[in-house]
């Protein structure tokens, strides 16, 4: 099975940084990857898809680049609502593997 | 507004049975494939299963294959798990998620989530 890893594990930046996090697949998967963003006790939400195309409703600060092995989820100047784990998801096929998480704090 | 609501999680001892499952409102259930997902406590998520729209295809994880069924009632709306043979490290919040690809088939990935229902696996 592809593994996904993410990096940073966890970071703390002040709000209106920019914030990146990577995501790197084992193998090739295209741009068949989603981002979800889980804030602290509430359930995941969907971000972004094929890589770079966000989720109606999601704020335009937040966006994601690469394809085949590497990824990027960029927040162009953090809020304190961005307060949340991170997780990237590979679904070029079954099964539907996640990244372990970053989890983002403010400084 | 699309609704997913969980229910049937509790304590359960090592080796026993639950049935976990999750009512679905406010779109075409039907026209969907969905997915469990699950979530231990602190740890991250990890894709469980998924059935296809009409009940004709469903995929597991390997950590469940064998021990965990998918099912759907598309006149009731309503998606199911039986977990058997039941394990400590299957403790987790379980959550019922809508595939994002409208009709047969499954993108894998989820643009709906239910809140999830806990199930302890302890003596």
């Known amino acids: 099975d592809i593994q996904m890893t993410q990096s940073p594990s966890s970071l703390s930046a002040s709000v209106g940084d920019r914030v990146t996090i990577t995501c790197r697949a084992s193998q090739a998967i295209s741009n068949y990857l989603a981002w979800y963003q889980q804030k602290p006790g509430k359930v995941p939400k969907l971000l972004i898809y094929?890589?770079?195309t966000l989720q109606s409703g999601v704020p335009s600060r937040f966006s994601g680049s690469g394809s085949g092995t590497d990824f990027t989820l960029t927040i162009s100047s953090l809020q304190p609502e961005d307060v949340a784990t991170y997780y990237c998801?590979?679904?070029?096929?079954?099964?539907?593997?996640f990244g372990q998480g970053t989890k983002v704090e403010i400084k | 507004q699309v609704q997913l609501v969980e229910s049937g999680g509790g304590v359960v001892q090592p080796g026993r049975s639950q049935r976990l499952s999750c009512a679905a409102s406010g779109f075409t259930f039907s026209n969907y494939a969905m997915h469990w997902v699950r979530q231990a406590p602190g740890k991250g998520l990890e894709w469980v299963a998924v059935?296809?729209?009409?009940?004709?295809?469903?995929y597991y994880a390997d950590s469940v294959k064998g021990r965990f069924s998918i099912s759907r009632d598309n006149s009731k709306n309503t998606l199911s798990l039986q977990m058997n043979s039941l394990r400590p490290e299957d403790t987790a919040v379980y959550y019922c998620?809508?595939?994002?690809?409208?009709?047969?088939?499954?993108?894998?990935?989820?643009?709906?989530w239910g809140q999830g229902t806990l199930v302890t696996v302890s003596s």
């Open positions: 094929a890589a770079s």
């Open positions: 998801q590979k679904y070029n096929s079954a099964p539907a593997m």
């Open positions: 998620a809508r595939d994002s690809f409208l009709g047969p088939g499954a993108r894998y990935y989820f643009d709906y």
């Open positions: 059935i296809l729209n009409h009940g004709s295809n469903e």
